[in-house]
């Protein structure tokens, strides 16, 4: 079935770096965009960009920008967020999620119909 | 603070309509669809409404959305125990080239 696999809980310190996983199956990797959001402990929805499997082409939220790194390895399926300089507010569940795409353009539709389960990723000293 | 506005919460009894409503600007849902999720607690979001009212498969039609000028409001009826969740609404905001979401609502069924 089409899911979305996301890698596990991860522990950093102040000032690391971390990098989630999110591997597709039952479905083209490459006919879907990525999204990525998150959501800290007890607050909304966060979007912070999204991917181009097929082509790579990234676009991230302003507040993220030079911070977060989106990739994929179309070998694998698989997508990945790398967020750097992490502080205690980057304490959060990061999701992955799959968008609808138009063919083989940049159109987007916005939404996103299936999501990984989230991976934690908690900063602490 | 959220680009787009939801009430924190609302409530109703089994069998009851409720409609939360999802407030925003000429930027965001003035011009661009608005979809819907669903979440319950330590699960992921789930697609409840796309494109405004459409429902995605397997998405009763209990569920309802509904886009008016800069507002949104989706709509469930004969609500069930088992409707109890947070639901946030999100779209794009072509100001903020950036996907926003109101700050979710959480949905009691007495």
């Known amino acids: 079935q089409v899911q979305l696999v996301q890698s596990g809980a991860e522990v950093k310190q102040p000032g690391a770096s971390v990098k989630v996983s999110c591997k597709a199956s039952g479905y083209t990797f490459t006919g879907y965009f990525i999204q990525w959001v998150r959501q800290a402990p007890g607050q909304g929805l966060e979007w912070m960009g999204w991917?181009?499997?097929?082509?790579?082409?990234?676009n991230y939220a302003q507040k993220f920008q030079g911070r977060v790194t989106m990739t994929r390895d179309t070998s694998i399926s698989t997508a990945y967020m790398e967020l750097s300089s992490l502080t205690s507010d980057d304490t959060a569940v990061y999701y992955c999620a799959r968008e609808p795409r138009i063919g083989e353009t940049d159109i987007h539709y916005w939404y996103s119909d299936i999501w990984g389960r989230g991976a934690l990723v908690t900063v602490s000293s | 603070q959220s680009v787009l506005t939801q009430p924190p919460s609302v409530s109703a009894a089994p069998g009851q309509k409720v409609t939360i409503s999802c407030s925003g600007s000429?930027?965001?849902?003035?011009?661009?669809?608005v979809f819907w999720y669903q979440q319950f607690p330590g699960t992921a979001p789930k697609l409840l409404i796309y494109?405004?009212?459409k429902r995605p498969s397997g998405i009763p039609d209990r569920f309802s959305g509904s886009k008016s000028g800069t507002s949104a409001i989706l709509g469930i009826t004969g609500l069930q125990t088992g409707d109890e969740a947070d639901y946030y609404c999100g779209t794009w905001d072509s100001s903020l080239s950036a996907v926003v979401f109101g700050g979710g609502t959480k949905l009691t069924v007495l």
């Open positions: 494109d405004n009212n």
């Open positions: 991917i181009n499997p097929d082509s790579g082409g990234t």
């Open positions: 000429s930027s965001n849902i003035g011009q661009n669809y």
